[in-house]
């Protein structure tokens, strides 16, 4: 199969599963899952295979290359109304993106295997969401770039309001009306890089060769940037995340959370810093402040929470913050650690509301004060649960710590006096972040278990697979990280180089 | 003559049979050869549309011209004229619709025929004369139209207000073309261009402009003068809504196109500001009136008042962008419309046209309720659907002239717009029904026509034959 065929196939995959389920019977839960639970499993597969051949075929490039270099590219004609193209390629961002969409998704099946209510428009949802997840990751034309980023941000309202719990209706509205707020301010500046480029192109590697002028770039770079991190929940634009995430079903959590946030970082990299390198010097520095709110603000916020699923919606605040921070940080290290996060935090907050999702079907309360001593109950759970907050916190072993370390040592780099004082304040969040972390771990599995929860039983097999993938990923990737480090490199030397041209 | 000319004759002959073949069985009110004659007609001649040549120009007595444009024009009038006419059939069937059976169906068909004869001749207009009875031959029409529910007094009151807001504008459409006839000294195109060309300052031709702008602005629901909208789109039969909506909205925005990229194309720079105010009021107008409605049609009234605030702005893009992003988005927007009106018709049958009527359709009709939701999306612009496609290339126009903050304006106004489609998806999906209700029921032929409009709605915003053709046909 060569390159770009995979890489359509891939986008295509979940859409032409979601099409497959369409004839199938309403009642037909388990079928409509099994399909969904394929279609999505040979994607693993195949995003698996499109690594491995990544690996072989990335030329090391030379830590000078300003241009960034995409594999498997292809790209043809599409509307010649605005010389929209079809063109598609990867780097090793957008690679490793796709593999973390693949694990949290097939995870994320596995995990809603008990959903029956109209599990057939559930699932269809779910993988178009998914579909264009993937289709953002191998966008290189800014058209279908913002196209998929649409197309993942609007199947989350219904998937909210009509499967998930509490304040849906509101958090889905809320949620949704934000982020369409956002992408109007990506839409205005993909237009003005446009027609200002004198291009009259949407290729993102065309567009990364033209030097925009500085005035342009002054007030094109905070639009664009904005934009996706409303996505990426920057401080002040970050309010729809806790209430979105804490009524989304567990599924649609992890995928929102693991994976769909880090678009908006994904954004702001690949088309506001790689496109306006002079913009983002000017401005960074302003949103460093913006983002070391973010990252103290929510794991103060965390502290005060006792809905699991608030305090998890708040500490993915923090942990978001903190690729934003990297990204603010303006030194390779930081870059790099950005991406590393944009991992570690996807496959670390999807096992949190997996878990999550599995302890409040059992339990049915969320309540942190409610719950206790559910490690003599439900073991293999209440471990995971342990690790999944040590992950958290950042211990060393685990992939949160490769991608934290890497942070703050680049945005110490950086000798600027305020990247000094906001990487200092920003450290302090880590001492936060073990208070509540380790608060909520104590307060659910250790002390006196409740009667009414006695007769809980630990997870099923098949409840098992998913958080045992995510724990193999997260160990993997505290372990093991040189690979993905190499690879990192490779695909950040050129945005850094060009962000500093 | 020309072969250019044959669908103007043709649809004109098929009005006449219309009418005549009516009154051969005036005794049978429910007869429906009037029905099957006017859609065969209309889709004959949108066949003949399709095989005719697009690179030629035809002018006819010198005020008479079809081009390719004028083609593409017509394509849509066409497509309009044909699904109002489908979707008017079940008013004229007793138990048809809950507000009580229509009367009078080949007239209606008649009417629908001869309002489009008057369209046409707006866009093959040579000269200022052509242009304005053509626009009265397109709004005469719908007065009658707007009153065609004789007996209920809502409708009465739409008419009433449409007739006397109508004829306002009329004068001062006519008080503006004099204006412009005072500056050229003659009416054609040609002369109006050098007069324009030669004193684009002139007070006169200044004038004149505000007159038709204000003139045309009432048609295409501009602020501030769109407040007829919501009263007629929730008085008139919905068929006519739809065709109010649709047809007489195209007319109006492609009236502007002629003129300010035709013979005041001189003018257009400093339209610019005037044309970007009135679009942004509009859309902001259409917003917010829409976010308190509980009526399908009223609420239809205002999204297709914001809709026309987006279509505005795109005039002040540069010729080939303003009048191909303009021309893509009235069929997406034609489609979106018509399958909603197709979706009021279906509910309409047996309960009343309100929100809360939507209650219950994700379960009960999971299919009527998935068109529902895609046509919300098209019209708030959610891609893969047309509308996205269509938005951009309308704001992409306003940007090709640099006004970015125009489009964040139009942008978030557009996300404002997305809160209440998504009411009514909410509606569909997430609000369970008070009470338990029997099941909508759908006539194959609507069932066909959403199949249709569902296809184009999706297929415009993935295969780009459309709006390819439409910049060769510019070009």
């Known amino acids: 199969m060569n390159g770009p065929l995979l890489l359509t196939t891939i986008w295509l995959l979940p859409f032409i599963t979601g099409l497959a389920i369409l004839p199938l019977n309403r009642d037909a839960h388990q079928k409509i899952k099994q399909i969904s639970l394929l279609g999505n499993g040979l994607n693993l597969l195949l995003i698996i295979f499109l690594l491995l051949r990544f690996i072989d075929s990335a030329p090391t490039m030379p830590p000078g290359s300003h241009a960034s270099h995409f594999l498997f590219a292809y790209r043809t004609a599409w509307f010649s109304i605005l010389n929209i193209e079809y063109n598609i390629g990867v780097d090793a961002i957008s690679v490793l993106m796709m593999l973390l969409t693949g694990i949290v998704i097939v995870c994320g099946i596995l995990a809603s295997w008990p959903l029956e209510k109209q599990s057939k428009e559930f699932f269809i949802l779910l993988n178009v969401l998914v579909g264009g997840v993937y289709g953002v990751f191998v966008s290189l034309d800014l058209f279908t770039f913002f196209l998929f980023y649409e197309v993942a941000v609007l199947p989350m309202y219904l998937l909210i309001g009509l499967w998930g719990t509490g304040k849906k209706e509101y958090a889905a509205m809320k949620l949704t009306l934000m982020l369409v707020a956002g992408s109007a301010f990506i839409f205005a500046g993909i237009l003005a890089l446009y027609f200002e480029s004198g291009l009259q192109s949407f290729d993102l590697s065309r567009l990364a060769l033209i030097r925009f002028p500085l005035a342009?770039?002054?007030?094109?770079?905070?639009?664009?940037?904005?934009?996706?991190?409303?996505?990426?929940?920057?401080?002040?634009?970050?309010?729809?995340?806790?209430?979105?995430?804490?009524?989304?079903p567990t599924a649609v959590s992890m995928l929102h959370a693991g994976v769909l946030m880090k678009l908006g970082g994904y954004g702001c990299l690949r088309v506001a810093i790689y496109l306006l390198p002079e913009g983002a010097q000017f401005w960074l520095p302003f949103f460093l402040v913006l983002v070391t709110i973010n990252v103290l603000y929510g794991a103060f916020c965390a502290i005060r929470q006792t809905d699991l699923k608030y305090i998890t919606a708040y500490s993915s605040v923090s942990h978001c913050g903190l690729v934003l921070f990297g990204f603010a940080a303006m030194t390779f290290a930081g870059l790099k650690g950005a991406v590393l996060q944009m991992v570690s935090h996807g496959l670390m907050t999807a096992l949190f509301f997996c878990l999550i999702g599995m302890i409040y079907s059992r339990t049915h309360t969320r309540e942190v004060d409610d719950m206790g001593g559910l490690m003599k109950v439900m073991p293999f759970l209440s471990v995971a649960f342990v690790i999944a907050g040590l992950a958290g916190l950042g211990l060393p072993g685990l992939s949160g710590f490769v991608a934290e370390v890497n942070i703050f040592v680049g945005a110490y780099a950086n000798p600027a006096t305020l990247n000094r004082i906001c990487t200092v304040l920003a450290v302090l969040s880590i001492v936060v972040t073990a208070v509540y972390m380790l608060r909520a771990v104590n307060s659910l599995v250790g002390g006196p278990l409740a009667g009414r929860f006695a007769l809980l039983t630990d997870a099923s097999l098949l409840e098992r697979a998913p958080v045992t993938i995510l724990l193999a990923c997260l160990f993997g990737m505290g372990i093991l990280p040189g690979w993905i480090i190499k690879l990192v490199d490779n695909a950040v030397h050129p945005i850094f180089n060009n962000m500093m041209r | 003559?020309?072969?250019?000319?044959?669908?103007?004759?043709?649809?004109?002959?098929?009005?006449?049979?219309?009418?005549?073949?009516?009154?051969?069985?005036?005794?049978?009110?429910?007869?429906?050869?009037?029905?099957?004659?006017?859609?065969?007609?209309?889709?004959?001649?949108?066949?003949?549309?399709?095989?005719?040549?697009?690179?030629?120009?035809?002018?006819?007595?010198?005020?008479?011209?079809?081009?390719?444009?004028?083609?593409?024009?017509?394509?849509?009038?066409?497509?309009?004229?044909?699904?109002?006419?489908?979707?008017?059939?079940?008013?004229?069937?007793?138990?048809?619709?809950?507000?009580?059976?229509?009367?009078y169906q080949g007239e209606f068909y008649g009417i629908i025929i001869f309002a489009s004869v008057g369209m046409f001749a707006v866009v093959s207009a040579g000269d200022l004369l052509t242009l304005f009875i053509g626009m009265e031959l397109a709004t005469i029409p719908l007065y009658i139209l707007a009153g065609y529910h004789k007996n209920d007094h809502r409708a009465s009151e739409a008419a009433m207000k449409y007739i006397v807001m109508g004829s306002l504008a009329t004068g001062f459409m006519l008080f503006g073309l004099s204006f412009l006839y005072g500056a050229a000294g003659a009416l054609d195109f040609a002369a109006l261009k050098q007069a324009a060309m030669a004193a684009p300052a002139s007070p006169l031709l200044g004038?004149?402009?505000?007159?038709?702008?204000?003139?045309?602005?009432?048609?295409?629901?501009?602020?501030?003068?769109?407040?007829?909208?919501?009263?007629?789109?929730?008085?008139?039969?919905?068929?006519?809504?739809?065709?109010?909506?649709?047809?007489?909205k195209a007319t109006a925005i492609i009236f502007f196109l002629i003129l300010f990229h035709g013979p005041l194309a001189a003018l257009h720079t400093s339209l610019q500001m005037p044309l970007l105010l009135l679009a942004g009021a509009t859309m902001t107008a259409g917003n917010l009136g829409a976010l308190r409605q509980t009526r399908l049609r009223r609420f239809m009234g205002y999204s297709a008042i914001a809709q026309a605030g987006y279509l505005t702005m795109a005039l002040v893009g540069p010729r080939a962008a303003a009048w191909s992003s303009i021309l893509y988005y009235l069929l997406v927007y034609a489609a979106a419309n018509f399958a909603a009106f197709f979706l009021i018709a279906i509910v309409g049958r047996d309960r009343e046209e309100e929100f809360s009527s939507l209650r219950g359709m994700g379960k009960q009709n999971p299919g009527l309720a998935a068109v529902l939701m895609l046509t919300m999306f098209s019209l708030g612009g959610i891609p893969p659907l047309a509308g996205f496609l269509g938005k951009f290339l309308l704001f992409a126009a306003a940007a090709q002239q640099g006004y970015y903050a125009m489009v964040v304006f139009a942008a978030l106004n557009s996300t404002i717009s997305l809160y209440y489609y998504l009411l009514l998806v909410k509606e569909a999906y997430i609000n369970e029904a008070s009470e338990a209700r029997p099941m909508l029921t759908v006539e194959p032929l609507q069932r066909t026509c959403l199949a249709l409009l569902t296809t184009a709605m999706i297929l415009l915003g993935l295969w780009p034959g459309y709006s390819d053709f439409v910049v060769t046909v510019l070009r």
């Open chain 1, 216 to 248: 342009f770039q002054l007030w094109a770079f905070p639009l664009i940037f904005t934009g996706f991190a409303v996505l990426g929940a920057m401080f002040p634009f970050h309010t729809w995340s806790p209430d979105g995430h804490a009524s989304a």
């Open chain 2, 1 to 103: 003559m020309s072969l250019l000319l044959l669908p103007d004759l043709f649809l004109l002959l098929l009005g006449v049979l219309v009418l005549a073949l009516d009154l051969l069985h005036a005794k049978k009110p429910s007869a429906s050869g009037s029905f099957h004659l006017s859609w065969t007609g209309l889709l004959l001649i949108f066949a003949l549309l399709l095989a005719l040549p697009y690179d030629q120009q035809f002018v006819w007595l010198g005020s008479y011209q079809v081009s390719g444009t004028s083609l593409l024009c017509k394509q849509l009038f066409i497509l309009s004229a044909l699904f109002t006419v489908w979707l008017a059939r079940p008013y004229f069937r007793s138990g048809g619709n809950k507000r009580g059976r229509l009367a």
């Open chain 2, 207 to 248: 004038l004149g402009v505000c007159f038709i702008i204000a003139a045309v602005g009432f048609k295409l629901t501009l602020f501030p003068f769109h407040m007829w909208a919501p009263d007629v789109y929730d008085g008139a039969p919905t068929p006519v809504t739809a065709f109010i909506a649709v047809s007489s």
